[in-house]
């Protein structure tokens, strides 16, 4: 048994970028996002992720804008670090120790060189009680420093970012939790708190669930569960206190925002809609419909041009001013559940799975973006707790990725089960799937699984799906009969055969590489059929237990047939039709690779799920790996490689062709990946230089590589032009002025005033230089009648040779030969002196 070695296990993009708020730069062209244990920063106009700021070792809980310098940004995480970033550069500039995790932070430009966090402190002794703590961060020239002052502000309070809040630019702090308000004043160092009752005469609850203070105003905005947000004011007197109301929402508040200016109010709920109040004028209103998912947090640029909402559904849509959506930055979407295993698109080589309600997501994990969404209920979604509505549990491809196969069902309390089965053609002009047939009911019970079948030459487009009714259909490609006068209407499908076995449930089926055999487990027994004629070929046998997973051997190993159960993996030889081998484990899931002979079999035990990788030809494990994660392993998948890895280490090999992706209990995207792959990724990224002000497109890269070889050319043409000219060298001065970054030169005005002068020429040099000039063209006038005098006197021998000399030799221009000349001229004597001594 290979142990695991180089081989790590890692999050391999897909992480939530919807965790906390969103942040908009000054000049509005960057947005930056927490995203799992890094920092993402997208560009606001083409959605593209420019940097990932990366270096904390734990979840990221936040991130600020610097006050006192807008093109650096705080992140805070719970490795216990706060850190300092030039996002436009993606450069780490500090790092803070605080030595607790930090769960929110918060930052105003009135209090200099301290940030407010939210931890919970050691010396609590009831159980998770968060205190806010301000930190004065050292001043120091070091990259790693500790903070040593640290002052506790308040206590109790909520951890989540959105209930504290500044207001009046620092002068006090609110914080919600529960069914209390407390508001802290910084001058007076004295709070008030203020308390609602549980529920008020109409039953509505007073929980507050978000807070939002008003940016010039003594205003502070509420939200609560009951779908009502208050406005309090005269809270500075704890006696006189008022609050107004404002509801329009039918559920919680999630998030509230003011405008920079304090002339709205933003507020977004589970409706999914953006609410604009008019401030002071609350009657006022304007609704921006239809975002998505429900809406979690809302933020505001610094000049008030854009606004931005997260979303349930992990995405973040970017507003202009509440008129229309100018971006949406999609991540991977993670629901509660995955209903559909998790899939490669065999056409775009894209993860493929369940994605906002009632669709299927296509997320590239190259790029690490979602591709499309694929409606499939193609129902408007009502977000509406308590209604039920249809829902995709079940999905297939077939080998070439040109039909898709889709299951959608609905349970009503008092009806029966609403079922449908589609079936989806790749339809080449529009490169997205089509719907080509709807079957209604086509089973009188749950589907539990269904395949495609791999066609030879010789056959059809088969798929076979299996019911909890006890039996198993499959389903035939047919194409219509050409008859005069009708319309060709295209392939459609139809069910070509119905069996059962003694009235048993069929749990999973299975079709071998070459399509020849179809296994069918209908609880202990396994059975195989032959597609072509529909033959029950044979029954296999195993110990007591029902067979939850069934998968075929694949290459040199299709003469097996492997299986589990709640406690064992069983592995028959199809030749004998006996049991090969068996092992007891508590398999949870099964994969095949569909380019090797290797599978990958997840076990669950003590806790957490550990990974083993095999041929069924041989009994002892390729590679393990104890506790890849926490709980169980829901879904995994091999993904074909763009390109093959040349790895030569035994424990790395079966990475070679396919890469293993997993999901875990939490809805985390895991995957394995070896030192040398990531040293490779390392150089590519460091070879790849890529202009700041330009979005990193597909696009941009191939430009940039012509124009480079264009370079390239060019330089190498005029390499001898080069070495004739020299060309004239530039000023430190005027390095330094091109390097220095633009916030910290001075004015423009006073560098054009030093450029300028540094271009003129005084008038006594310019006179100095034309003296000179003239007295060298007096000498070489005198040389030139001396020279020809000489050449006159010489002898026709004498011609012929320099003839024959100048012919071999190329000829000196007339500047070369006046500088030949002047250097004939200059004393040497100092030379001879210098070697005699």
Request: net charge negative.
């Amino acid at each position: 048994m290979v142990e695991h070695g180089d081989i790590r296990v890692v999050h391999c993009g897909g992480s939530k970028i919807n965790f906390r708020d969103p942040v908009i730069t000054h000049d509005s062209r960057f947005l930056l996002c927490a995203s799992g244990e890094a920092v993402k920063v997208f560009s606001t106009s083409t959605e593209e992720c420019i940097h990932e700021l990366r270096g904390h070792t734990g979840l990221v809980t936040g991130v600020l804008l610097r006050p006192s310098n807008h093109l650096q940004v705080y992140s805070s995480s719970l490795d216990g670090t706060l850190r300092l970033w030039d996002f436009t550069d993606g450069i780490l500039i500090k790092t803070c120790v605080i030595g607790y995790p930090i769960y929110s932070f918060y930052a105003s430009a009135k209090h200099e060189n301290v940030i407010f966090i939210v931890a919970s402190m050691p010396s609590d002794k009831r159980a998770e009680r968060f205190q806010l703590v301000a930190v004065h961060l050292p001043q120091s020239g070091d990259q790693m420093v500790e903070a040593q002052e640290l002052s506790a502000v308040l206590s109790g309070v909520n951890p989540n970012p959105a209930a504290i809040a500044f207001g009046r630019g620092g002068e006090f702090i609110a914080s919600v939790n529960d069914l209390q308000l407390e508001v802290y004043f910084f001058k007076k160092q004295k709070s008030y708190r203020f308390f609602l009752k549980e529920d008020n005469k109409k039953g509505g609850w007073n929980t507050f669930t978000c807070v939002a203070c008003h940016p010039k105003d003594d205003c502070i905005a509420t939200g609560h569960e009951d779908g009502k947000i208050r406005l309090w004011r005269n809270f500075n007197h704890k006696k006189e206190y008022t609050y107004s109301t404002l509801h329009w929402h039918h559920s919680a508040v999630s998030s509230l925002c003011f405008t920079p200016e304090g002339t709205n109010l933003l507020s977004g709920g589970v409706e999914s809609v953006l609410i604009q109040w008019r401030y002071n004028q609350e009657s006022e209103r304007d609704f921006l419909p239809r975002l998505g998912g429900a809406i979690t947090h809302i933020t505001v640029s610094p000049d008030g041009s854009l606004f931005c909402t997260s979303h349930s559904d992990n995405k973040i849509t970017i507003i202009q001013s509440c008129v229309k959506v100018s971006a949406v930055i999609q991540g991977l979407v993670k629901g509660d559940s995955i209903g559909t295993d998790l899939m490669m698109d065999p056409r775009s080589k894209a993860l493929v799975l369940n994605g906002k309600p009632g669709h299927l997501q296509f997320y590239s994990l190259q790029r690490d973006k979602l591709l499309y969404n694929l409606d499939i209920v193609q129902q408007e979604y009502i977000h509406e707790s308590g209604l039920q509505q249809f829902e995709v549990v079940k999905a297939a491809f077939d080998a070439s990725g040109s039909w898709l196969a889709t299951v959608e069902e609905r349970h009503q309390k008092a009806a029966e089960l609403e079922l449908n089965l589609k079936l989806w053609a790749f339809d080449e002009q529009t490169q997205s799937f089509v719907l080509n047939t709807t079957i209604s009911a086509p089973h009188d019970a749950q589907i539990t699984a269904m395949c495609f079948c791999q066609p030879t030459d010789s056959q059809t487009t088969l798929l076979v799906s299996t019911s909890k009714d006890g039996h198993f259909k499959a389903w035939q490609l047919a194409t219509p009969a050409h008859t005069e006068g009708t319309d060709d209407e295209g392939p459609s499908w139809l069910c070509d055969f119905v069996s059962a076995y003694h009235g048993l449930v069929p749990e999973c089926c299975s079709f071998s590489a070459d399509g020849s055999l179809l296994a069918v487990v209908f609880q202990e027994v396994v059975t195989v059929w032959s597609p072509s004629t529909w033959e029950l070929l044979t029954t296999l046998s195993q110990p007591p237990g029902a067979v939850s997973d069934l998968c075929f051997g694949r290459l040199s190993c299709s003469k097996y047939l492997l299986g589990t159960t709640a406690s064992n993996l069983l592995c028959w030889n199809l030749l004998t039709c006996s049991l090969e081998w068996t092992t007891s484990m508590d398999v949870r899931r099964l994969v095949a690779d569909p380019l090797s002979e290797n599978m990958a079999a997840f076990c669950y035990q003590s806790g957490s799920t550990d990974l083993f990788v095999f041929k069924p030809s041989e009994p002892r494990p390729l590679f393990s790996h104890k506790a890849v994660c926490s709980g169980k392993v829901t879904q995994a998948v091999f993904a074909p490689r763009e390109e093959m890895l040349e790895s030569c280490e035994e424990s790395s090999q079966w990475l070679n062709r396919s890469q293993l992706y997993f999901l875990t209990q939490q809805m985390d995207l895991m995957t394995f990946t070896t030192k040398a792959e990531e040293d490779r990724l390392l150089v590519s990224s460091k070879q790849l230089v890529i202009d700041d002000s330009v979005a990193m497109t597909p696009f941009y890269l191939l430009l940039g590589k012509h124009r480079q070889q264009q370079q390239e050319h060019q330089d190498s043409d005029s390499s001898l032009w080069a070495e004739r000219t020299a060309l004239p060298q530039t000023s430190a001065s005027m390095k330094e002025l091109l390097q220095t970054p633009a916030h910290v030169l001075p004015s423009t005005s006073y560098l054009c005033s030093m450029f300028v002068q540094s271009l003129l020429i005084s008038v006594s040099d310019a006179r100095e230089e034309k003296a000179h000039a003239e007295e060298e063209m007096e000498s070489e006038k005198e040389e030139e009648d001396s020279e020809e005098e000489m050449e006159s006197s010489r002898s026709k021998p004498e011609l012929a040779a320099a003839a024959a000399t100048e012919s071999d030799t190329p000829a000196l221009t007339k500047a070369q030969a006046r500088e030949l000349r002047r250097v004939r001229k200059l004393d040497h004597s100092w030379l001879a002196g210098l070697l005699d001594s």
